[in-house]
């Protein structure tokens, strides 16, 4: 459990950091694969 959730702040991590570099859809998709580790 402890890998995963520090597996899933690093990608939020780069999102936050790099999300200005993505188009629009990139960001949809990124969060669609965030919402799906979540629940």
């Known amino acids: ?3 995963d959730d520090t597996c899933f702040m690093i ?3 780069n999102v ?3 999300h ?3 188009s ?3 960001r949809t998709e990124i969060s669609l694969l965030l ?3 979540e629940n």
């Open 1 to 3: 459990m402890a890998a």
């Open 11 to 13: 990608i939020q991590k």
């Open 16 to 18: 936050f950091t790099c």
């Open 20 to 22: 200005g570099m993505f």
């Open 24 to 26: 629009e859809r990139r």
């Open 35 to 37: 919402n799906y580790y």
